[in-house]
């Protein structure tokens, strides 16, 4: 078998709202030295080997905000907390370091604003997910859906003034899908273009690896929880490129017949994935080939 050659994806790994957010962390622990009990809401990114690595340092992570001792740091992950969330820490004496990731903000911002004035909400994303739950925490009790698709789209009611805000991580085709159907469904539809810049860069990129065959296939690093990183291997497997997607190097072991007969490995990463996973997992393809390079 010849040679690997690897292609890494132009854009991979922590986006700035995460490395804000992470950076922010380890600043916290660092600068500790009053021993107080430093805490997340969930896990701060979706991203288990880098949140072990954060709790190792010191950080706690909550379930929810009642188990927040009086008295302790909350950061408030890229993902962002509902106003109830946070108005209920503030009320327990709870210091709170807002790491909300800007485009998260936006989207925040754009369900009050329209919320107040009487537009109803649509939300495109995964309704699990804490990122939606958040901006849901923003609407102000206004009428709220969330779709996953343009299918679920057509089965909204008419309403006179509709605003259609997205989950960061979504894809701007099916962003521009929701809305075709959407017109249909009001006399004023706005819609708010929140998709991360970092997103649509990666998938982008991802795009540009697996055009035209380029790579034979790709292994793709990021956490299960990540939907970014989904959107990733979704595209992917859209041009029919073999894909891999593993957290860290260690599932390659028992994925190593994955690449028999493959020459061009191309490399991707979501934005929740920080770069030593994602050198960890190049050395262990090299590793890999040094070992059996007669797969």
């Not at 055009?211 to 970014?228: E, Y």
Request: proline letters at 2%.
């Amino acid at each position: 078998m010849s040679k690997f050659e690897i292609i890494m994806a132009e854009h991979a790994g922590f986006c700035f709202g995460v490395k804000r957010a992470v950076d922010a962390i380890e600043e916290s622990l660092a600068q500790n030295h009053e021993n107080r009990k430093i805490w997340t809401i969930g896990l701060p990114i979706h991203n288990p080997q880098e949140v072990k690595r954060l709790e190792n340092l010191g950080l706690n992570v909550a379930n929810d905000e009642s188990e927040i001792p009086h008295g302790s740091l909350v950061l408030i992950r890229a993902h962002g907390e509902s106003l109830e969330v946070l108005e209920k820490l503030q009320s327990r004496g709870v210091e709170v370091i807002d790491m909300t990731c800007p485009f998260v903000k936006k989207a925040q911002d754009f369900a009050a604003k329209f919320s107040g004035l009487n537009y109803k909400i649509v939300l495109l994303g995964d309704k699990n997910h804490p990122e939606i739950k958040g901006i849901i925490g923003h609407a102000n009790h206004a009428q709220v859906s969330v779709i996953a698709n343009e299918n679920e789209a057509q089965e909204l009611a008419h309403f006179p003034k509709i605003a259609l805000i997205s989950q960061t991580t979504q894809r701007e085709e099916k962003l521009s899908k929701v809305s075709g159907v959407l017109i249909s469904k009001c006399s004023e539809l706005h819609v708010c273009n929140t998709i991360c810049r970092a997103t649509s860069e990666r998938q982008d990129a991802v795009k540009n690896l697996v055009r035209d065959g380029s790579v034979d296939g790709v292994v793709l690093v990021g956490g299960r929880a990540s939907a970014n990183t989904s959107k990733l291997r979704d595209i992917i497997m859209n041009e029919n490129i073999s894909v891999l997607w593993i957290e860290e190097s260690q599932e390659l072991d028992s994925n190593s017949n994955w690449f028999r007969d493959k020459n061009k490995i191309g490399i991707a990463a979501g934005a929740s994935t920080p770069s030593w996973l994602i050198i960890n997992v190049i050395h262990k393809i090299a590793q890999i080939e040094a070992a059996k390079g007669d797969l």
